[in-house]
């Protein structure tokens, strides 16, 4: 047996989930069902997502469960609906585009309200196409172990997730990527070649105009048509830096394949610091504040953000920089050693712009003119990076995302 198919069996076998937990999400879904008949709601609850499409992993048991309301309750209160039904479980509310619930058992399942629609063209909400799209996935059940690979390698790739932190492959985009190249080995080889602004149209809905006909706010470095709903592209909130680092694992993983790539770690400050090597390494600790979990890890994401633009706007050379939220919080940046000279240049307006000219002359003390512009020289504020990222654990801006932030090192 060849290696790749070796290791590919043996990961798989590894991530086949438990389908005992099966019984309890039909225990689960029986009794709100039957709260529902009781309440004489015309609605009915399902299974959904990956459970539902037989593509979930072993230990990874977060079960959304639908709730599909028929047509007569188009113009009322879904989530006020579901909110009255689910009061024995005393559920956490979440906001979103449509109010969804979470009930934290053995298992964390996500109870969601969608109206029952027979054709995306009758869905209000995106939600409301989930169980079409459990259907749509239904058809390719020979595809289940590739889409469990794809995730679960996704995931050691620190690529998967859509939440607006995270930036990186949903389940649903992989469900379609894998149907669309017939496998998980056919993915990673066809995304070796994926060029910037790659259109994936299973259906050809769209005859290869898709850049053209989709709207301008939606496209991204990977364009995923939706099979169920063409003008919709499914990987909208896909990065570069997901497509990147995926590419990478695939390119390592076909070169040289290895059970680690299936493997998720968390990224430490023993690994930060074996990365930066020899250059210069500032690691910034932070305690993230209490919340739900997307609004916590967007509030990281802005924080961390905001400090490498300070440190990029004082003209430090950066050379990466990365974040992670798990057993340690920490920003991490990587910088040439350097330390910046005492004074500043801040380029003014064109001479012949007198009024413009003049203003900028009252503002700084120190000015000259290089060609047709006025310059003026100033004492730098900040020399080395270390100075910036102190006054940074202190800014308004920093404070009011993070509980905490403190310079943990310098190297």
């Known amino acids: 047996m060849k290696p790749l198919i070796r290791i590919l069996d043996a990961v798989a076998a590894s991530l086949a989930p438990d389908e005992s937990i099966l019984a309890e999400v039909d225990g689960f879904v029986r009794r709100l069902n039957a709260r529902i008949r009781k309440a004489k709601l015309q609605a009915e609850a399902m299974a959904g997502g990956s459970v539902a499409k037989g593509t979930f992993l072993k230990g990874d048991y977060d079960v959304d469960i639908f709730v599909r309301f028929e047509q007569q309750y188009l113009d009322q209160d879904l989530s006020a609906l579901l909110a ?12 979103g585009s449509r109010d969804y619930f979470q009930i934290r058992n ?13 054709h995306p063209s009758q869905a209000v909400n995106v939600t409301d ?3 079409l799209h459990v259907s749509w996935v239904l058809q390719h059940k020979k595809h289940r172990e590739g889409i469990r690979l794809a995730k679960a390698f996704c995931k050691a790739a620190h690529a998967y997730g859509a ?8 389940g649903h985009v992989l469900d379609i990527l894998v149907i669309y190249y017939k496998g998980f080995i056919p993915l990673l080889r066809a995304s070796l070649k994926w060029k910037r602004q790659e259109v994936v149209d299973i259906n050809k809905a769209h005859g290869g105009k898709a850049l053209q006909r989709l709207n301008r706010a939606k496209i991204s470095p990977l364009i995923v048509i939706d099979p169920l709903l063409p003008e919709r592209n499914a990987a909208a ?12 694992a695939a390119r390592g993983f076909l070169r040289k394949p290895d059970v680690e790539y299936f493997t998720t770690k968390e990224l430490t400050i023993g690994d930060v610091r074996e990365k930066a090597r020899d250059r210069k390494l500032l690691i910034l600790q932070v305690a993230p504040k209490k919340g739900k979990r997307d609004v916590v890890g967007s509030k990281l994401l802005k924080a961390f953000e905001h400090v490498r633009i300070h440190l990029l706007n004082n003209d430090f050379t950066l050379l990466d920089a990365g974040w992670s939220w798990g057993k340690e919080t920490f920003f991490y940046y990587i910088l ?20 413009n000219a003049e203003e900028f002359r009252a503002k700084y003390q120190k000015t000259f003119v290089r060609g047709s512009r006025i310059f003026a020289k100033m004492r730098r504020k900040y020399r080395r990076p270390e100075e910036l990222l102190r ?15 403190r310079l943990l090192q310098v190297r």
Do not use: N
């Not at 009061?87 to 509310?93: D, F, T």
């Not at 909130?237 to 990478?248: D, M, R, V």
């Not at 240049?345 to 012949?352: A, C, D, F, Q």
């Open 84 to 95: 009255r039904l689910l009061e024995p479980w005393k559920p956490e509310r979440i906001h």
């Open 106 to 118: 053995e298992l964390v399942f996500e109870v969601v309200p969608v109206l029952k629609v027979e």
């Open 129 to 131: 196409m989930s169980p």
């Open 163 to 170: 939440e607006s932190y995270i930036k990186g492959f949903s």
């Open 237 to 248: 909130a896909l990065s570069q830096e997901k497509i990147a680092l995926f590419q990478a």
């Open 336 to 355: 040439k050693k350097e330390t910046l000279p005492q004074e500043e240049e801040r380029i003014g307006p064109p001479v012949r712009l007198k009024k």
């Open 391 to 405: 006054d940074m654990c202190d800014d308004p801006y920093v404070k009011g995302k993070l509980r905490q932030a």
